[in-house]
Nanobody, 124 residues
Framework: QVQLVESGGGLVQTGGSLRLSCAAS????????MGWFRQAPGKEREFVAA????????YYADSVKGRVTISRDNAKNTAYLQMNSLKPEDTAVYYC?????????????????WGQGTQVTVST
């Protein structure tokens, strides 16, 4: 069983930055592909970014490309999402997810473990 705990969300003005963290339990974090997803009110959950086991491969949604960077520190069992130049449309609950032994470039239903989410609100 893997437990994921997100942190770092909050209220920020348009153009601001936030760094989300996702702390994972377990000894095999380095074998998980990690992803970030988000869900805005009244909308379906959508992919934001993902990173492979060793961090060599990263994927981004077109809507955040160039503004968001995903990274991981396997020694700390933690994944990160650095978000810059935030826009009101980035407002959502952000979830991290783990895909043990899977590919970072996988659909959301292949991610087995999910955190509880952290709220990001971008004001105008």
């Amino acid at each position: 069983q893997v437990q994921l705990v997100e942190s770092g969300g909050g209220l920020v003005q348009t153009g601001g930055s936030l760094r989300l963290s996702c702390a994972a339990s377990g000894r095999t974090f380095s074998t998980y592909a990690m992803g970030w997803f988000r869900q805005a009110p009244g909308k379906e959950r959508e992919f934001v970014a993902a990173i492979g086991w060793r961090g060599g491969r990263t994927y981004y949604a077109d809507s955040v490309k160039g503004r968001v960077t995903i990274s991981r520190d396997n020694a700390k069992n933690t994944a990160y999402l650095q978000m810059n130049s935030l826009k009101p449309e980035d407002t959502a609950v952000y979830y991290c997810a783990a895909n043990p032994f899977g590919s970072a470039n996988s659909p959301s239903h292949e991610y087995d473990y999910w955190g509880q989410g952290t709220q990001v609100t971008v004001s105008t």
